[in-house]
């Protein structure tokens, strides 16, 4: 494949087989981030499971301290006074059975879904819809909760949620290049540590096999595990 000469030019400054620091590693990203719009910072990280096994499973959330970088469209379905605290919180929409028709009908124009629990039964029957799209909500992410109006000031807050996939990878985007280098650390930092944390008791051998940072755009760099414990 023949690589454009913005490629070129990056591959000629970056050194993609070095092992970086997180801060070294947004310094070149964002010295090299050379396209007409602001692009995300994304991390990825391969992890030593099997999702096949529930007890392998690594799924759940985390505030990134800096946000996101990026307007999250909220969907709260709940019932009664709730839905106006939603709105109060700054959910984008909230409502009951108008929802769950326009869910029906194929809408689906919003980042997060939150539900109270007392509507999941019905909220439940669209699990085909919602589920593919990464929409259904779940009580471990924060998502099915009473509390909606927390529920929907975190995730405007910058709360993001991860869930590994069939490969043994989690990806996430950790904010924007426009944002200081020290808040991107602080927020890829936040992220890996929690994913450290949640290490199942099931994993054996190697946990983190690796860690990488790219730009929308850019080329991937190769984090040192050190840092964050992941040679255990």
């Known amino acids: 494949m023949k690589l454009s000469k913005r490629l070129q030019n990056i591959g000629k400054k970056v050194n993609v087989d070095k092992e970086y620091t997180l801060e070294e590693a947004i310094k070149v990203l964002k010295e090299n981030s050379t396209v007409k719009f602001v692009e995300s910072l994304d991390c990825a ?20 301290p800096h946000g996101t970088g990026k307007e999250v469209k909220v969907l709260v379905v709940t019932k009664g006074p709730k839905i106006q605290e939603a709105l ?12 769950l028709e326009k869910i029906k009908g194929g809408w689906a124009e919003v980042d997060v879904v939150i539900a109270s629990p007392d509507v999941m039964a019905d909220l439940g029957k669209l699990g085909k819809i919602l589920g593919p ?49 020290k808040a991107l650390a ?18 054996k051998g190697q946990y983190v096999k690796s860690i990488f940072l790219s730009t929308t755009m850019g080329p991937g760099l190769k984090i040192s595990k050190d840092e964050f414990g992941g040679h255990a």
Not at 45 to 64: E, F, K, W, Y
Request: overall charge positive; hydrophobic content about 40%; charged content about 25%.
């Open 45 to 64: 990280i391969r992890l030593g499971v099997d999702p096949r096994h529930a007890d392998q499973m690594v799924r759940g959330t985390v505030s990134l």
């Open 186 to 203: 602080d927020n890829a930092r936040a992220f890996l540590n929690m994913i450290v944390k949640m290490r199942p008791s099931a994993a």
């Open 133 to 181: 799209k990464g929409l259904m909500p779940n009580p471990k992410s924060g998502t099915v909760t009473p509390d909606v109006a927390k529920a929907v000031r975190e995730v405007k807050a910058g709360k993001i949620e991860f869930r590994v996939e069939k490969a043994g990878i989690v990806h996430t985007s950790v904010g924007k290049v426009s944002f200081e280098a």
């Open 88 to 99: 109060d919180a700054g959910a984008d929409h909230a409502g009951y059975e108008e929802y």
